[in-house]
């Protein structure tokens, strides 16, 4: 029997260049009618590169102005619009944190996790390239996860980088570098646009965190259009027999030359928002359900 669905809105924030944000609003507007999705409304920071792309009646000027007309508001824009808005966003609507890496800052995760608390509204992270979110949650809520381990690598060109990073990568342009190796919070604020991955990762495994979890860059320039994202499980270990459960997984994630983002990411955005704005007639392993 046919359901009749009223439409949910949309409000999304984008960047200036070609993103998972350009890729959803594009998909929104060409398939939303039939997924009962629409946009309410759409932020970005240069206001020309939405001109022909986007109704001018969708176009929001002023993040701060934003209204409760959204349903579900994604960021798919920069770490510091998390940081700024998501206690209001999540004040009047359902939030998805495209840039986890704002919540290596831990004002900012109990923040958010106070407001969804208290408005009743949900905080949903997208896990992106992150491969066996659900199953590494479920293990952190049983207990028995006991590390996890992570490894992005790119060309050299593929990372938007900070502090001592930024030099490392220059000397990566010949041989293969390992940039970082330790703590995901630590990492996270030198390179805030690449290891999202790393920082959903730190959010299912809630029972390790950012600090427990281990997240290791490469830059690889014999690599210039994937990106390689290598996760290590490690589980209980036997009494009786000494045995330790491991489990490691490796992705290659097709991307254009320089890209941040690897092309399959697009679509696993698009497919988090679908299982959750739709459950459970559109269902999907890869969103996180924070609250």
């Excluded at 570098?177 to 690449?194: H, I, Q, S």
């Amino acid at each position: 029997m046919y359901q009749q669905y009223n439409p949910i809105n949309i409000a999304l924030m984008r960047t200036h260049v070609v993103t998972p944000s350009e890729y959803l609003v594009n998909k929104i507007q060409e398939e939303g009618e039939k997924y009962h999705l629409e946009l309410a409304f759409v932020w970005n920071r240069s206001l020309e590169k939405m001109k022909g792309k986007v109704a001018d009646h969708l176009h929001l000027q002023d993040l701060s102005q934003f209204n409760e007309r959204a349903d579900l508001i994604v960021e798919v824009a920069h770490p510091c619009i998390v940081k700024e808005y998501g206690e209001a966003f999540l004040s009047a609507a359902n939030f998805l944190v495209g840039s986890p890496t704002a919540l290596a800052d831990q004002e900012t995760e109990t923040k958010l996790r106070e407001m969804a608390k208290h408005s009743g509204k949900t905080l949903y992270i997208p896990s992106g390239a992150f491969w066996g979110g659900e199953d590494i949650q479920k293990m952190a809520d049983r207990g028995t996860l006991r590390g996890l381990k992570i490894t992005m690598t790119k060309h050299p060109d593929s990372f938007k980088l900070a502090g001592a990073l930024v030099e490392k990568n220059e000397k990566a342009k010949e041989k293969r570098t390992v940039l970082y190796e330790g703590p995901v919070r630590d990492l996270c604020p030198l390179a805030p646009n690449n290891v999202n991955t790393m920082a959903a990762a730190c959010m299912a495994a809630h029972t390790l965190g950012f600090d427990k979890v281990l997240g290791i860059l490469v830059a690889d320039p014999s690599i210039p259009d994937w990106h390689y994202v290598d996760i290590e499980v490690t589980g209980p270990t036997s009494e009786k027999t000494g045995q330790t459960f491991v489990v490691k997984t490796s992705r290659k994630n097709p991307a254009a030359p320089s890209s941040v983002t690897g092309s399959a990411t697009f679509l696993s955005f698009w497919s988090s928002l679908l299982g959750e704005m739709h459950f459970p007639f559109y269902i999907t392993l890869i969103t996180i359900k924070i609250f």
